[in-house]
């Protein structure tokens, strides 16, 4: 059964204390790997989209690598504006929509 | 932000009542979605819509049709609401075929 895991569930940070967000996954041919930001009561918004072990993204603090059997999201020097829910969804070949994970709520405190 | 809205964005009904969601986008993307967000499972796609009147299911399509007879606007309709329909949805656009997807601001739904 094709699977999305994100860890931990919560992480608290100090304001300049770097961290990395886990994504795993078990599926039969990944397509794509995808990153979203979602602040309370408000819709998922779009970060990065990752196809092939080896590639990373980057935006401000935010950096995205790959593997073949999971992505990292690394925060480094977060501000309390950085404070949100991460979401992973993985996009397989059999089958091209978007399979989520329950998300990591990140809380950045100053 | 990408021109989604929804509507309502909170409704309390009771159960075996009709709801109908509604979903309108300014962005003439293709595809349109509705996703059900709860604690613990993340998002779940319900159904999407490849073009005016092509609809498919999702992983979580009992209890829920959905039309789209304009290219701007994706019902949802729940029949007759439950209580395990008791979500947050959100309706979501893209213009590449089930890639880079902009969501809107959600829709609380309580089924009482």
């Known amino acids: 059964e094709d699977q999305v895991t994100q860890s931990p569930e919560a992480l608290r940070l100090q304001e300049g204390e770097s961290s990395s967000l886990n994504c795993s996954y078990t599926?039969?041919?990944?397509?794509?790997l995808f990153w979203y930001r979602q602040d309370p009561g408000k819709g998922p918004e779009f970060l990065f989209t990752?196809?092939?072990a080896g590639e990373e993204k980057e935006k401000e603090r935010l950096k995205a690598t790959l593997t073949k059997k999971e992505s990292f999201l690394h925060i480094t020097a977060p501000k309390p504006e950085d404070s949100a829910t991460y979401l992973c969804?993985?996009?397989?070949?059999?089958?091209?929509?978007?399979?989520f994970g329950a998300g990591t709520q990140v809380v950045v405190t100053p | 932000d990408a021109g989604i809205t929804q509507s309502p964005r909170h409704k309390v009904t009771e159960t075996g009542t009709p709801v109908t969601l509604r979903c309108h986008q300014t962005?003439?993307?293709?595809?349109m979605y509705w996703y059900r967000q709860d604690p613990g499972h993340g998002l779940r796609l319900i159904h999407y819509?490849?073009?005016?009147?092509?609809?498919d299911k999702g992983e979580v399509s009992d209890g829920y049709s959905v039309s789209r007879s304009k290219t701007e606007d994706f019902l949802l309709t729940l029949e007759s609401a439950t209580s395990s329909q008791t979500s947050v949805y959100f309706c979501?656009?893209?213009?590449?075929?089930?890639?880079?997807?902009?969501f809107g601001p959600g829709t609380r739904l309580t089924v009482l």
């Open positions: 962005e003439n993307h293709r595809y």
């Open positions: 599926v039969s041919g990944l397509r794509g």
């Open positions: 819509s490849y073009g005016v009147k092509d609809t």
């Open positions: 990752l196809y092939s």
């Open positions: 979501a656009i893209s213009d590449r075929g089930h890639n880079e997807q902009f």
């Open positions: 969804a993985v996009q397989l070949i059999s089958w091209g929509k978007l399979q």
